[in-house]
């Protein structure tokens, strides 16, 4: 479920100058240019490892994340301190993600697909 930007506002451990999503809100972000039911009010593109802009990620949307089933189900990590918007989006690209997002600023996680909106 689509939730507002605000709701994602928590800044990244590692980066302050980035948001990592909220409280069960997840910034979602993915590898291609894909057109949401409301576009975002923000604009974030956050380039591949290495800083090529050839296959960005692109800020997608605020989601509310209910919990079961997860909004994205595929591998994921928490690195609390150390958290960025370049380190989430690496560890998709290594394993061929489509998707990635970031919840309470510390969570990192994966999808090929996004399982609900």
Not at 45 to 56: H, Q, R
Request: hydrophobic residues 35%.
């Amino acid at each position: 479920m689509l939730s507002s930007n605000a709701s994602c506002s928590m800044l990244c451990g590692g980066n302050k100058g980035e948001t990592c999503g909220g409280g069960n809100r997840l910034s979602v972000f993915n590898s291609t240019v894909v057109t949401m039911p409301t576009p975002p009010s923000i604009k974030q593109i956050v380039p591949e490892a290495g800083g090529a802009t050839n296959g960005s990620w692109h800020y997608a949307a605020c989601i509310l994340d209910q919990g079961s089933p997860r909004a994205l189900s595929g591998p994921s990590y928490t690195d609390g301190s150390a958290m960025t918007l370049e380190s989430c989006a690496a560890f998709a690209q290594q394993l061929g993600q489509q998707y990635f997002a970031i919840e309470y600023a510390s969570q990192c996680e994966h999808h090929v697909v996004l399982l609900s909106i």
